[in-house]
């Protein structure tokens, strides 16, 4: 399996404007993770997903921000409108449902908001 | 809810010295898993090292293991002969039975030669 696969990279885009990030889990994984990383907070769990369905969406930080799973090999982080202090590598992360697995994670989407 | 405290942002240590990277952690349950994960610049996290809860001998991989102390929820990381691709970013997490990962902020380690 080529691992959890996160588009794009890199993006930089303008204030105001809607972004969409990817992410492709790794087959067979029922448990999807958005974090957010910045240097002030760090690793932040933004919403999780089991079997596509959103379980915890408290570390959204606005009604800007929105994340679907519309199946088990897609997911989408969406921030419309962009604001700067948006800025940060947003990263993908799966799952399986058994005890002592790890997260395997994508390699991030360094999102730039200007 | 669970937190985890990694108090130290950064350290230093030269190579093929010994390191201990601190971890601690908040939570009611009694089982759960912890993690070490590993963030050089390529900026991938990387699984260095696992813990379930339940089991009292700690883990151990290669030159990494760790000191698990369940009781003062205590998850330290030790790294011997420390080599130069060390350098990185160490994120110590709990998993709780709801399969939710909880970071701390992390430790920048660097290994000088």
């Known amino acids: 399996d080529a691992g959890v696969i996160q588009s794009p990279r890199h993006e930089v885009t303008e204030m105001g404007q809607e972004v969409t990030l990817r992410c492709k889990p790794i087959?067979?994984?029922?448990?999807l993770f958005w974090y957010r990383q910045t240097m002030m907070r760090g690793l932040e769990l933004l919403i999780y997903?089991?079997?596509?369905?959103?379980?915890?969406d408290s570390g959204m930080p606005e009604d800007r921000f929105s994340a679907k799973m519309p199946n088990a090999s897609f997911s989408t982080l969406k921030i419309q409108p962009s604001e700067p202090r948006d800025s940060a590598v947003y990263f993908c992360?799966?799952?399986?449902?058994?005890?002592?697995?790890?997260?395997?994670f994508g390699q991030g989407t360094r999102l730039t908001v200007v | 809810a669970q937190t985890v405290t990694q108090s130290q942002p950064e350290m230093s240590v030269q190579e093929a010295e010994t390191v201990t990277l601190s971890c601690t952690y908040d939570?009611?349950?009694?089982?759960?898993?912890l993690f070490w994960y590993k963030q050089p610049p390529s900026r991938q996290m990387i699984l260095v090292i696992r813990?379930?809860?339940?089991?009292?001998q700690n883990a151990t991989e290669n030159r990494f293991s760790v000191n698990f102390q369940k009781a003062a929820k205590s998850f330290s990381l030790k790294i011997s002969d420390s080599q130069l691709g060390d350098t990185a970013m160490y994120f110590c997490?709990?998993?709780?039975?709801?399969?939710?990962?909880?970071f701390g902020t992390g430790t920048s380690l660097t290994v000088i030669p």
């Open positions: 992360a799966s799952s399986l449902r058994h005890q002592n697995t790890e997260a395997f």
């Open positions: 087959s067979g994984h029922d448990y």
């Open positions: 997903f089991n079997n596509n369905v959103p379980i915890d």
């Open positions: 939570t009611s349950e009694s089982n759960y898993y």
């Open positions: 813990q379930e809860a339940y089991k009292q």
């Open positions: 997490a709990f998993m709780n039975t709801g399969n939710q990962f909880y």
